[in-house]
């Protein structure tokens, strides 16, 4: 018999792997039995190995229970999946870009964007209920109702913040919310094919631009002439041209080409981001690793999540939910590595 600490561990990291943040509506139930086999086989062992391979038996017996079923549910099942773990991730954005920052320097359109996104998802949850329903999704609704009404109740005052302070203040955070912007455009826009692009959040970071430009103009109006404010004036004037072009591409590109070309570039762009979580990040030290790095990617990833959600709400169909799905798997993968890199680096006490 092979060394029982050595088998806990390698028990331990397979359940990691295949089961661990990801999805119960597609897992392998069959992997899970065989993981349950192998720690009953070690559970006798003596000491704190023993108590650790008993303590996990009874962790993976449970989660065996809630796979199976949520499995019953079947397509149902699944599509509860997709709306708690848009949801859950539009929390997790939330908390990236929002909480605890500055309500005057923070992007008003898609905090917007994303509480009505949320609000979409909750009631899909809810009517998705009346037919079928499971505790964890159950909960999951209750806890994202509880954020929305939060989120809502900031955005309120996000929108009071704005255009409060001196002069200098607002240009400053006049120019935190363009930069945003730019961030964003780079991100999920730069050199990259239009065919795979969301535009519902180009509208938005032109939306934002505008917001930008008219309270920067309105400084200039009120008698704030600085050469730092005037050239960012200038900036965002010829950005948000740009950017309004590129929109207007996006849209007639899509509409050309149709929707089984457009989700193909789609999942070509998520493709390409898996990949780049491999080539990048899989596998290597986390406290040499710089957490904002792969948080740049799980937003990117997100921005193909929604475009991939957007598709099949205009179609009015799920027939790619399992691509979704995957998307949303990985998604999750990579933000618990999130979570893991900052605690490699965080200092030891």
Not at 74 to 89: D, I, T
Not at 155 to 166: N, P, Q, S
Not at 320 to 339: F, G, P, Q, T
């Amino acid at each position: 018999m092979s060394d029982p600490s050595a088998e806990l561990s390698a028990i331990s990291e397979a359940y990691t792997r295949a089961f661990a943040a990801r999805p119960r509506a597609t897992r392998n139930l069959v992997e899970l039995d065989g993981l349950v086999a192998r720690l009953q086989a070690i559970q006798g062992a003596p000491g704190t190995t023993g108590e650790t391979a008993r303590a996990a038996l009874d962790t993976y017996s449970r989660e065996r229970t809630l796979i199976a079923e949520v499995q019953a549910g079947g397509a149902s099942a699944r599509k509860h999946q997709v709306w708690s773990a848009l949801a859950n991730h539009l929390v997790r954005r939330y908390q990236r870009h929002y909480a605890g920052q500055q309500r005057w320097t923070r992007d008003l359109a898609q905090l917007q964007a994303l509480c009505a996104r949320l609000q979409t998802l909750l009631d899909e949850g809810d009517a998705l209920a009346k037919t079928w329903d499971h505790a964890t999704f159950s909960d999951s609704r209750r806890r994202n109702r509880e954020q929305l009404a939060a989120y809502q109740r900031e955005l309120r005052e996000v929108v009071a913040a704005i255009g409060t302070g001196a002069s200098s203040d607002k240009a400053s955070a006049l120019a935190n919310r363009a930069n945003a912007v730019f961030r964003w455009y780079r991100l999920s826009f730069a050199g990259q094919s239009r065919l795979g692009r969301r535009p519902a959040l180009l509208e938005q970071l032109v939306q934002e631009l505008e917001g930008v430009l008219a309270g920067m103009d309105a400084l200039t109006a009120s008698g704030y002439r600085t050469a730092a404010h005037d050239k960012n004036a200038g900036i965002v004037r010829e950005r948000l041209q740009v950017y309004r072009d590129e929109l207007t591409a996006i849209r007639r590109v899509q509409s050309d080409q149709g929707y089984s070309q457009v989700f193909e570039a789609t999942a070509q762009s998520a493709n390409a981001l898996f990949e780049r979580y491999r080539s990048q990040f899989a596998g290597k030290s986390r406290a040499a690793m710089d957490p904002a790095q792969l948080e740049e990617l799980t937003d990117a990833l997100l921005e193909v999540a929604l475009h991939m959600d957007d598709l099949d709400r205009f179609r009015g169909d799920d027939r790619n939910l399992a691509n979704l799905l995957i998307v949303l798997e990985n998604l999750s993968l990579y933000e618990a590595e999130v979570d893991r890199i900052r605690q490699a680096r965080a200092p030891k006490s």
